[in-house]
Protein backbone atom coordinates (compact mmCIF):
# COMPACT_ATOMS: atom_id res chain seq x y z
CA UNK A 1 0.00 0.00 0.00
CA UNK A 2 1.65 3.56 -1.10
CA UNK A 3 1.13 6.49 1.85
CA UNK A 4 -1.54 7.75 -0.51
CA UNK A 5 -3.45 4.33 -0.64
CA UNK A 6 -2.97 4.35 3.40
CA UNK A 7 -4.17 8.23 3.48
CA UNK A 8 -7.19 7.46 1.81
CA UNK A 9 -7.80 4.59 4.05
CA UNK A 10 -7.77 6.39 7.68
CA UNK A 11 -9.89 9.06 6.21
CA UNK A 12 -13.73 9.31 6.70
CA UNK A 13 -15.02 6.68 5.29
CA UNK A 14 -17.83 9.13 3.66
CA UNK A 15 -15.22 10.78 1.71
CA UNK A 16 -13.24 7.50 0.22
CA UNK A 17 -15.19 7.19 -2.69
CA UNK A 18 -14.12 11.37 -4.13
CA UNK A 19 -10.12 10.84 -2.72
CA UNK A 20 -9.89 7.48 -4.84
CA UNK A 21 -11.33 9.62 -7.29
CA UNK A 22 -8.95 12.24 -7.26
CA UNK A 23 -5.98 10.15 -6.60
CA UNK A 24 -6.31 7.97 -10.16
CA UNK A 25 -7.12 10.44 -12.01
CA UNK A 26 -3.47 12.56 -10.83
CA UNK A 27 -2.28 9.21 -11.31
CA UNK A 28 -3.34 8.85 -14.82
CA UNK A 29 -2.64 12.45 -15.35
CA UNK A 30 0.73 12.58 -13.98
CA UNK A 31 2.25 8.98 -14.81
CA UNK A 32 5.95 10.80 -14.51
CA UNK A 33 5.36 11.88 -10.92
CA UNK A 34 6.57 10.62 -7.48
CA UNK A 35 3.85 10.25 -5.17
CA UNK A 36 4.41 11.31 -1.22
CA UNK A 37 3.25 12.93 1.52
CA UNK A 38 3.84 16.14 1.69
CA UNK A 39 2.59 18.95 4.48
CA UNK A 40 0.10 15.88 5.87
CA UNK A 41 -1.16 15.58 2.18
CA UNK A 42 -0.68 13.68 -0.70
CA UNK A 43 1.44 15.09 -3.37
CA UNK A 44 2.63 14.26 -6.68
CA UNK A 45 5.69 15.89 -6.74
CA UNK A 46 8.33 15.72 -9.89
CA UNK A 47 11.66 18.65 -8.73
CA UNK A 48 9.43 20.53 -7.11
CA UNK A 49 5.45 20.26 -5.66
CA UNK A 50 3.02 19.71 -8.81
CA UNK A 51 0.14 19.63 -6.73
CA UNK A 52 -1.80 18.31 -3.34
CA UNK A 53 -5.15 17.30 -2.37
CA UNK A 54 -6.47 16.48 0.90
CA UNK A 55 -9.69 15.41 3.14
CA UNK A 56 -11.22 18.26 4.85
CA UNK A 57 -14.20 18.02 6.97
CA UNK A 58 -16.85 19.66 4.51
CA UNK A 59 -15.06 19.41 1.39
CA UNK A 60 -12.33 18.14 -0.49
CA UNK A 61 -9.41 20.64 -0.80
CA UNK A 62 -6.86 20.64 -4.05
CA UNK A 63 -3.86 22.24 -3.73
CA UNK A 64 -1.66 23.94 -7.04
CA UNK A 65 0.32 26.71 -5.88
CA UNK A 66 -1.44 30.13 -6.84
CA UNK A 67 -0.12 30.14 -10.42
CA UNK A 68 -2.59 27.60 -11.40
CA UNK A 69 -5.39 29.34 -9.50
CA UNK A 70 -4.74 32.46 -11.28
CA UNK A 71 -5.13 31.19 -14.75
CA UNK A 72 -8.16 29.61 -13.81
CA UNK A 73 -9.81 32.06 -12.16
CA UNK A 74 -12.19 33.13 -14.53
CA UNK A 75 -13.13 29.14 -14.81
CA UNK A 76 -13.61 28.56 -11.32
CA UNK A 77 -15.74 31.91 -11.34
CA UNK A 78 -18.41 30.84 -13.78
CA UNK A 79 -18.15 27.23 -12.11
CA UNK A 80 -19.34 29.03 -8.77
CA UNK A 81 -16.37 27.37 -7.40
CA UNK A 82 -14.87 28.48 -4.40
CA UNK A 83 -11.12 29.04 -4.21
CA UNK A 84 -8.30 31.58 -2.74
CA UNK A 85 -4.68 31.89 -3.29
CA UNK A 86 -3.68 28.11 -2.91
CA UNK A 87 -6.78 26.19 -2.42
CA UNK A 88 -9.69 25.18 -4.35
CA UNK A 89 -12.40 23.53 -2.97
CA UNK A 90 -15.14 20.92 -4.12
CA UNK A 91 -17.79 19.78 -1.46
CA UNK A 92 -18.76 16.22 -0.67
CA UNK A 93 -22.49 17.28 -1.10
CA UNK A 94 -21.85 17.71 -4.55
CA UNK A 95 -20.80 15.71 -7.82
CA UNK A 96 -17.50 16.62 -8.39
CA UNK A 97 -16.41 18.48 -11.72
CA UNK A 98 -14.23 16.18 -13.51
CA UNK A 99 -12.88 18.01 -16.35
CA UNK A 100 -12.45 21.51 -14.52
CA UNK A 101 -10.29 19.13 -11.99
CA UNK A 102 -8.65 17.40 -14.77
CA UNK A 103 -7.83 21.11 -16.62
CA UNK A 104 -6.64 22.14 -13.12
CA UNK A 105 -4.35 19.40 -12.76
CA UNK A 106 -2.71 19.51 -16.21
CA UNK A 107 -2.48 23.33 -15.44
CA UNK A 108 -0.89 22.78 -12.42
CA UNK A 109 1.74 20.14 -14.20
CA UNK A 110 2.37 23.15 -16.64
CA UNK A 111 2.94 25.81 -14.56
CA UNK A 112 4.64 23.83 -11.74
CA UNK A 113 6.88 21.24 -13.32
CA UNK A 114 10.79 22.44 -13.95
CA UNK A 115 13.59 20.03 -15.68
Given at each position: ?56 KKHLGIYP ?35 LITELIKV ?7 D
Amino acid sequence: MTEIENYIKTADRQNQDCLKTIYQLMKDLLPDCQEKISYGMPTFWKGRNIIHFAAQKKHLGIYPGSGPIVEMAELFDQAGITYSKGTVQFPYNQELPLDLITELIKVAYKVNHKD
